[in-house]
């Protein structure tokens, strides 16, 4: 059974370029383009990973994974933040959320899929 992972950003190309690089993986994806749209998606689907954007409008990534880590369902699935945000406190306060881990956008394929298969294992 293929898993499948939420993909959270407010640019249009970046979700179409991690969709496009999970798929050719074999990951079904869900897309939604910020915190407040991706708590609704995630009601009623079956998520394995979120991978979610900092700076979105609506509901950002912090407020996405505090949101998604007070439902039971989500409280230890991965959710990596991929985002331009490289400063220590940034990072900081996505641990403090929840974060899983972190990755620096622009990003390489290959590095997204290394992370993903490391915590879905």
Do not use: C
């Not at 949101?67 to 996505?94: D, H, W, Y």
């Not at 403090?96 to 620096?104: D, K, L, P």
């Amino acid at each position: 059974m293929s898993k499948t992972i939420m993909t959270v950003d407010d640019s249009a190309s970046v979700r179409q370029m991690v969709s496009f690089t999970l798929k050719k993986e074999g990951y079904e994806t869900i897309e939604a383009v910020d915190g407040a749209d991706a708590l609704s998606k995630l009601n009623g689907n079956t998520v394995h990973m979120i991978i979610t954007d900092l700076n979105m409008p609506n509901l950002d990534g912090i407020g996405l994974i505090k949101g998604a880590r007070s439902n039971p369902a989500f409280k230890f699935i991965p959710i990596v933040m991929l985002t331009t945000e490289s400063q220590e406190s940034r990072k900081l306060e996505g641990k403090q959320a929840g974060a899983t881990g972190w990755i620096i956008k622009p990003f390489k394929p290959e590095q997204l899929i290394a992370v993903v298969k490391k915590v879905l294992g």
